[in-house]
């Protein structure tokens, strides 16, 4: 049977379709061919699987084929059953006749015999050729049609259809394709199941010593193939699949590897999709396989291929020591490139679902990254390894695979010594490509062991070699072991130098190789090996070589980019930039490398970003991409440090120094949030008052390698409690320098609202650079949006505090100080939690006040209750100006600066002022109600203060302090007595009016005109009343008696006195912690003690004429025993009397109207009544009248009563009694008794 | 024990937050990254892989030629990934299920910050003595 398989692979390429067989028993094929051929591709078929499951298949093409086609003739029975798949799937018979004898004599039998074999499917077309417009022909043909279906149709199975060729009925193509697809999913089936059952036999066989892989190869690929032709790729697939298990076990079989083939020239090449190449059949000699044609499906095919590719490549590795050198790797590139080549021909954009695609591209990605490992090893074997990057993925491919292992390395041909000569040349010219910064890394290694000793010691395997001698000789034991086995563990030592120095070995056919030599020989071994020309020739110089390697590169990167392996893509785009980089194209370069570094940069892989980094530094560097440059060397420095050096970093920073000072064209801000992170202290935050500059702290941590200096910075604060107003920046203009590390700097904090404020920004100037960085110390992942989310610290570094009042100051005393004294006036000066360091006091008096600025003011410590321990009678003695605790002070320009050591705690600031009041004290009859108010309003002043305080004087407070000045004595009078003599006593009473006691020790009244002292007539009452101690707020009288005099002549008027004057002398002794007391001491004055000491009080009285001439009297009538109780109306009672006629009033009743008026205390008293009246009273004396008022007494206690007051009389001619102002009780209102609950 | 095995926890975000080499042959200098390398191109399966299976352990989705990478999947979607030459599959199941419960108690220190680097020695020491055991 393994004969036919050459014929087998003719055979799949001729019929790759479903064939229908056409038997043109009239010759109608040539007129209906067109027709028949239109349908084709067949749009929509239904057929079976290997299941029995209906499958829709879209498109499904096909052949008519005559049978008298000569594909369809003359083959071997055997043939045909292997080859089933070939065969026509249905039989088309095309008839036609317009006679009934004709069809029943001639055209039945015939048929007959042509229909008899069961095997194939068939129906019959009847082709009518009737004109449409003959009745007879129609209806003739109509005829015949009917009587073939009686004969040919069954009631299972329809079997004729008719084609009107004059009048093309739509049905009938319709009609004709369901009957095709009928044929062929029956024909289809049928041989499903043929090749099932000879394919169990088969498999049953298996074991036995007589079977063949081949038989069974070629009935399952059979199988496999009529899928395919069916376009059931789900189960062609399947079966391609069991098919490579089955040959894998069958390769794997001991004993079957006996030969392996692959020896004949250009079985290297992978001839998994072209046909017309030498099939692999013969490389497996015996047990004959075929390659798979995978041509018209894409996806699957490509999955299978790779896995394919994988397998078969660990096959060879298997047979690798019979095989040409480096078999393995050219196959591999070989079927890479033509899996590739075929499945991206065969795929076009948009044609599967986007998963498909995305699998589709991610295969097509891996095997191109497979073919370019492969291609790189035998770049590397001949000598191209130094063009190869040593980057990880390179690395990490390369340096993992183990070298081939053929029976024998390759030695030198004879006739090489001049290429051997180049390439040494080549080794000698090739230096490592200096890093950028001076980095200095070990590079990767591309191999998995020394290739000098590798190849030295395949050799010597079989030559005596002294391998021993040169190398230290250690035996690996792993040459026979498989692919999977581990790697020898051989410490991969990059290459050196040495061993590739020109020999001194000349000659020798057992000397250990040299490099350049083995790469000579590598070459010539892979020159045979290669059959690919084109393969050839891309390792035939280094720029083909970079070529190829580049295309590949790009196609796997093209490809993983597509399918979403962004990783692997990306990874691939560095390789590709490292060419470009090589080749100085420098942007491209920098593209791809930002690719890369952007995505190792956004997942956190320092270690691969340190890798690549710097390449796009050099790129940025060389494009003179400044801000790109300064970007990458700021990345490079945020780095971890372990990753670089520290001569390293100190290169990075120095560039971006030199950047820095340098004139950028387009200066970039520069985000150094990884190198300058920034905190505030440990420790309390910084609380200021409102309005208060500051100094704020900052800790600043520098990653630089280096000290760095920093032109200026500014941060910026956030109000956390408002968000509105943007950040402020606070700023320190002069140069920092920081050191690596940690750093703490000082910044001038101008006054702030009030809130608490978090760090916002650092912004800042490195040379003309500006940069900004707005992270907080490390620990977290920058700006993560993890699950739970990393906040930054809202630790406030900043206080201010909502406006307060930092000071207070208020007057030290509430009581009435003395007028037109010098007092002093106590201010107290309280600090609320400030400090009043460097305070001013401004102080500005008010009208009527003079501050006397020829006495020092006074400072002292306010110590509370001081007012208590102060006995008013014996005044402390420490009252003098300086005394401990207080200090001098001196007023300049109305300012005045506190001492320091006044800051911290209260104080008492004593001011020396005198409130000027230009008028006398006027004295007042007793019995009358004073306006208290009034004397209150005249002794009031104000002092305005302003005081700056504040660390630059930033606060002030403002206060105007009222001080109460008042006269020490309130004087009244009153005529105490009449005497027989007509002298008259006056008593005048006198009322303290200050808290401090007053010591009278002179009294003498100064009489206005017409009235005269009596007795000694010096004004004075007896001298021994003196000294007369008034006691604070207490009264005192004196007595004083005058008579009336002569009234002066009216021409002296001008030296009439009107008023009369009381002249007091006394002193005073009081603390100024509670008022009024001794006035400030004129020191200036002299010693003259005494004289300082008394104080004159002088206060105007008036006497007034006549006194005491009554013509009416007021009586106030007794009230009722029972008493007044709140509530109660009681009438109260006046009797008016005539104690006088009234002479000048000429009445004709006698009768004069006499205006009375009651005056009460609305709030003690009600009137139930009228208030005001008149009433008559007779003009002669004696006559008398009762006034009666009904009243409400509202306030329990003694109580004035309502007054009867006679508006219309003099008040001297009035009488009254009682004379003065008395009381009366009024009782409580009695006990209400209505709510009590009784027991 | 593995003779290569490297260790990492990859976060959500695809940041490795830890890293050990816990084979028994010391980690070569010039091979550096290429753990490193071969694990983070090893995400690009894994995020694929983790919608289309309910399994945390993924074994062997990866090979790089004869290493082979495999993956434990967390709900939190941060995956522990192990590079190893070894095929002691039970072995590396047990693993990564010993080290998912010493990752959770981290995760439940309040001073550590879910998403970054795990800095604690105790860990590094723990996760070294699980290799031992189970490699």
Redesign the interface.
């Known amino acids: 049977m393994a004969s036919f398989l050459p014929q087998f692979q003719s055979i799949k390429t001729t019929f790759d379709h479903v064939v229908l067989a056409v038997e043109d028993v009239s010759d109608l094929w040539p007129m209906v061919k067109k027709g028949f051929e239109e349908r084709l591709p067949f749009k929509r078929a239904f057929l079976n699987n290997k299941t029995r499951n209906p499958v829709l298949v879209d498109e499904l093409p096909a052949e008519f084929i005559l049978t008298t086609d000569a594909r369809l003739r003359s083959r071997f029975p055997q043939e045909q059953s292997l080859f089933w798949f070939r065969e026509p799937y249905a039989t088309i018979v095309l008839v036609t006749c317009e006679d009934l004898d004709e069809f029943k004599n001639i055209l039945k039998p015939r048929l007959k015999l042509i229909v008899q074999n069961d095997e194939r499917e068939w129906f019959i077309v009847f082709v009518s050729k009737a004109p449409a417009h003959n009745d007879q022909a129609t209806k003739m043909a109509k005829k015949v049609y009917a009587k073939l279906e009686v004969d040919f149709s069954s009631k299972k199975r329809e079997r004729c259809c008719k084609l009107d060729i004059n009048a093309p009925d739509a049905n009938f193509w319709d009609d004709l394709e369901t009957k095709i697809m009928e044929c062929i999913r029956n024909t289809l089936d049928r041989r499903i199941q043929f090749y099932e059952e000879e394919i169990r036999k088969l498999s049953e066989q298996r074991f036995m010593p007589v079977w063949n892989f081949c038989n069974f190869f070629i009935l399952k690929e059979s199988l496999a193939f009529m899928f395919e032709i069916a376009h059931l790729h789900e189960d062609a697939l399947r079966e391609y699949d069991e098919l490579e298990l089955c040959y894998l076990e069958t390769v794997n079989m001991v004993g079957k590897q006996r030969e392996f083939g692959g020896v004949e020239q250009g079985d290297d090449q992978a001839t998994l999709l072209g046909p017309a190449r030498k099939p692999l059949t013969q490389i497996v000699h015996d047990d004959s396989f075929r390659e798979f044609e995978f041509g018209s499906i894409y996806l699957p095919v490509k999955q299978r291929g790779y896995s394919f590719i994988i397998s078969f490549s660990k096959a060879l590795t298997l047979h690798e020591s019979m095989l040409p050198f480096c078999m393995r790797e050219v196959w591999v590139i070989t079927a890479c490139l033509a899996l590739i080549d075929a499945t991206a021909s065969h795929y076009k954009d948009g044609l599967a679902a986007p998963d498909v695609e995305k699998e589709f591209y991610r295969v097509q990605g891996e095997i191109y990254t497979l073919c370019r490992t492969k291609f790189m090893r035998l770049g590397y074997l001949i000598g191209y390894g130094s063009d190869i990057e040593r980057s990880?993925?390179n690395?990490?491919?390369l340096?993992?695979?183990p070298w081939p292992k053929p029976a024998v390395w390759p030695s030198l041909p004879s006739n090489a010594s001049s290429e051997v000569l180049a390439k040494e040349k080549m080794i000698l010219q090739d230096s490592p490509r200096p890093k950028h910064f001076g980095i200095q890394r070990?590079?990767?290694?591309l191999e998995p062991s020394v290739l000098l000793r590798e190849a030295n010691r395949r050799r010597a395997s079989l030559s005596a070699g002294n391998m021993s001698e040169l190398f230290d000789g250690r035996p690996n034991a792993n040459d026979s072991s498989g692919p999977?086995s581990?790697?020898p563990?051989v410490?991969?030592v990059?290459m050196s130098r040495t061993f590739s120095s020109p020999g001194n070995f000349e000659g020798s056919i057992d000397r250990p190789m040299r490099l350049a030599e083995i790469y000579v020989a590598a070459e010539h071994a892979l020159r045979n090996t290669i059959s690919d020309v084109k393969l050839w020739e891309s390792l035939s110089s280094i720029e083909e070589f970079e070529q190829k390697y580049l295309d590949l590169s790009k196609g796997a990167a093209n490809n993983?980019h597509r399918s979403?392996?962004?990783?692997?893509g990306v990874?691939l785009d560095g390789e590709i930039a490292a060419v470009y980089h090589k080749h100085e194209n420098y942007d491209f370069a920098a593209n791809l490398y930002e690719k890369v570094c952007a995505l190792?940069a956004?997942?956190?892989?320092e270690?691969?970003l340190?890798?690549v980094l710097p390449n796009l530094a050099e790129c940025q560097k060389i494009q003179n991409d400044q801000a790109g440059y300064l970007s990458s060397c700021v990345r490079l420095l945020s780095l971890d440090k372990g990753l670089f050096l520290t001569k390293e970093r100190q290169a990075f920073q120095s560039e971006v120094v030199r950047l820095a000072h340098s004139e950028m064209e387009h200066p970039v801000p520069l985000d150094v949030s990884s190198l300058i992170t920034f905190s505030g202290n440990q420790g309390p935050l910084l609380e200021l008052c409102d309005g208060d500059p500051g100094t704020l702290s900052v800790t600043l941590w520098s990653e630089f390698p280096d000290d760095i200096t920093l032109e200026s910075l500014s941060l910026t604060l956030t109000a956390t409690n408002n968000t509105d107003e943007g950040a402020k920046a606070i700023k320190s203009t002069e140069a920092i320098v920081l050191r690596p590390g940690r750093n703490i700097i000082t910044l001038p904090l101008p006054p702030q609202k009030p809130g608490s404020y978090v760090l916002g920004v650092l912004t800042g100037q490195i040379g003309q650079l500006r940069f900004r960085s707005h992270s907080f110390s490390k620990?977290?992942?920058a700006d993560?949006?993890?699950?739970?989310s990393?906040e930054k610290p809202t630790r406030p570094i900043l206080k201010v505090a909502n406006p307060r009042s930092l000071v207070d100051l208020a007057a030290a005393v509430s009581s009435a100080l003395l007028m037109n004294e010098s007092q002093w006036v106590g201010i107290i000066v309280r600090p609320l939690n400030y400090s009043l360091k460097g305070a001013v006091l401004h102080i500005d008096a008010g009208p009527g006040l003079r501050i006397e600025e020829r006495h020092h003011f006074e400072i002292e410590k306010h110590e509370v209750g001081t007012q208590n321990m102060t006995n008013l009678d014996n005044p402390p003695e420490n009252l003098s100006p300086v005394s401990t605790g207080v200090k001098q002070l001196t007023l300049e320009d109305g300012k005045i600066k506190l001492p320091d050591w006044t800051s911290n705690i209260t104080s008492v600031l004593w001011i020396p002022l005198r409130a000027v009041s230009d008028g006398l004290a006027k004295g007042t009859p007793a019995g009358t109600v004073v306006p208290q108010r009034q004397s209150v309003v005249d002794g009031l002043r104000t002092i305005a203060l302003k005081l700056d305080f504040g660390v630059s004087h930033n606060q002030t407070f403002e206060k105007t302090i009222a001080v109460h000045f008042t006269d020490p004595f309130h004087v009244s009078i009153r005529v105490a007595d009449k005497c027989n003599d007509g002298t008259l006593l006056l008593q005048v009473i006198l009322q303290s009016q200050v808290k401090a006691s007053l010591a009278i020790s002179d009294a003498w009244l100064d009489l206005q005109d017409g009235f005269a002292h009596a007795g000694k007539g010096d004004g004075r009452p007896a001298s021994s009343f003196f000294p007369l101690i008034v006691s604070p707020k207490s009264k005192a009288g004196i007595l004083f008696s005058i008579y009336l005099a002569e009234a002066p002549a009216k021409d002296e008027a001008k030296e009439l006195q009107p008023v009369s004057i009381l002249n007091i002398k006394y002193t005073i002794s009081g603390s100024r912690n509670l008022g009024a007391h001794t006035p400030v001491a004129e020191e200036l004055t002299g010693p003259d003690n005494d004289k300082a000491e008394y104080l004159t009080f002088r206060s105007e009285l008036v006497l007034q004429r006549p006194v005491l001439d009554p013509c009416l009297a007021v009586g106030f009538l007794s009230l009722p025993s029972s008493g007044l109780r709140v509530g109660q109306l009681v009438t109260m009672k006046w009797r008016v009397e005539r104690l006088k006629a009234l002479e000048e009033k000429v009445a004709s009743d006698n009768l004069d109207e006499v205006l009375y008026e009651v005056n009460i205390n609305p709030e003690n008293w009600m009137i139930a009544g009228r208030k005001r009246g008149y009433v008559s009273l007779s003009t002669k004396q004696g006559s008398r009248i009762e006034i009666s008022i009904l009243c409400l007494p509202l306030v329990a206690g003694y109580v004035r009563p309502p007054q009867l007051g006679l508006p219309n009389v003099d008040e001297a001619n009035i009488s009254c009694n009682p004379p003065g102002p008395h009381l009366v009780c009024v009782l409580p209102p009695p006990l209400s008794s209505s709510y009590c609950v009784p027991a | 024990m593995a003779n290569t095995a490297c260790f990492m926890i990859v976060s959500k975000n695809d940041i490795p937050i830890y890293e050990a080499e816990v084979g028994t042959v010391p980690k070569k200098e010039d091979a550096a990254h290429q753990h490193q390398f071969i694990l983070h191109a090893a995400l690009d399966i894994v995020q694929d892989m983790a919608w289309t299976t309910s399994a945390m352990f993924l074994k062997a989705i990866d090979r790089f030629n004869d290493l082979v990478v495999s993956v434990y999947i967390k709900v939190i979607h941060t995956r522990l990934m192990l590079l190893h030459d070894s095929r002691n599959d039970d072995g590396i199941k047990s693993f990564f299920q010993e080290v998912h419960e010493l990752y959770i108690k981290t995760l439940l220190n309040p001073l550590y910050l879910p998403g970054s680097r795990i800095t604690s020695s105790h860990f590094d020491t723990k996760v070294r003595a699980l290799a031992r055991k189970y490699m």
């Open positions: 990880p993925v690395s990490a491919s340096s993992m695979l070990k590079p990767l290694p999977l581990p790697l563990k410490n991969s990059s993983y979403w392996w962004k990783r692997h990874v190792y956004g997942e956190g892989w270690n691969l340190a890798e620990g977290g992942p993560s949006d993890d699950f739970l990393y």
